[in-house]
C-alpha cells in the first residue's frame, strides 16, 4: 500500500506510524484509517516495538467531520463498525509492545486513538479531550471501555459529561497514561523508550500483556494458573536463557526476541 495520509518505517525492529495530515491536525478520514489499519500489520509481521505519533502541532484532533470520501454525511455507526473496529482493535491486539507518544493534543477519537496502545508518553504541552458530548455524541473509538478501566468510573463519567480539557500532567497523575514528559527532548524520550522496548524479549512482552489484560476477567486461581502456564512459555524461551546468563555475568543481556 501506498501511504498518503500517515508516515510508516521499521528500522532495527522499531516501527514508528506518524499520522501526517498537520494542516488538519491529523484529523481521521476513511483513508487514514485504512491506512493505519494496514501498517500495524505490516509491524505485527516483523518489528518489536510499534510507536504511533503525529506530524505538526497535534497528535490527533479526531474524526474529520468533513471526510470528502463520506461526502460530508457520515454513518457513524457503519463507520466505527466497519473502519474503527479493525484498525483499533490491529492497535490493541498488535503481538509486540505499542506506544502512543503523544505530542500534541488528542481529541475525541484520537484522545481513544491513543488509549489503545499499551503504553502512552505525552508531552507536557499535549491534552486529552473527550469532545463527543459537545457535538451530542458518546466517547467511541473505544472511550466507554478504555476510560472506566483506566482512571475508574468517577473520572471517566466527568471527563465524558463536561468534555474538559485533561492535561497530560492530570493524566499522568489520574493514571490514564505512563508518563508526561518536558517537551523538550521529548522525542528523544520516546526514541530511548520504545528502542528499549524493541531490544527486549518479546515473546515476554507479549506474554505480559496477556496476562494483563485477561487479569480483569478472571479470578484469582485461573489467573494464577495462566501465569503458570505464560511463565512455563518464557521459561523455555531464548531470552530467558539469555537474561539469566547475562545477570550471572554481570553484563547488558542480548535479548533475540524468541
Sequence with gaps: MEYETIAFSISEGLAVLTLNRPDRMNALTGQMRAEITFAMGEAAKSARAVVLTGAGRAFCSGQDLGDAAEGGKIDLERTLRDEYVPMLE?????????????????????????????VVIAAESAYFLQAFARIGLIPDAGGTWFLPRQVGLAKAMGAALFSDKITARQADDWGMIWEAVPDAGFEA?????????????????????????GSYRRGLSEQLNVEAHLQGECGRSRDFKEGVLAFTEKRAPNFEGR
Design 90 to 118: 490491529r492497535i490493541y491486539d498488535c503481538p509486540v509492545p505499542t506506544i502512543a507518544a503523544v505530542n500534541g493534543p488528542a481529541a475525541g477519537a484520537g484522545a481513544n486513538l491513543a488509549l489503545a496502545a499499551d
Design 189 to 213: 524520550h520516546w526514541r530511548a523508550r520504545a528502542e528499549h522496548l524493541a531490544n527486549g524479549p518479546t515473546a515476554a512482552f507479549g506474554a505480559i500483556k496477556q496476562a494483563l489484560r
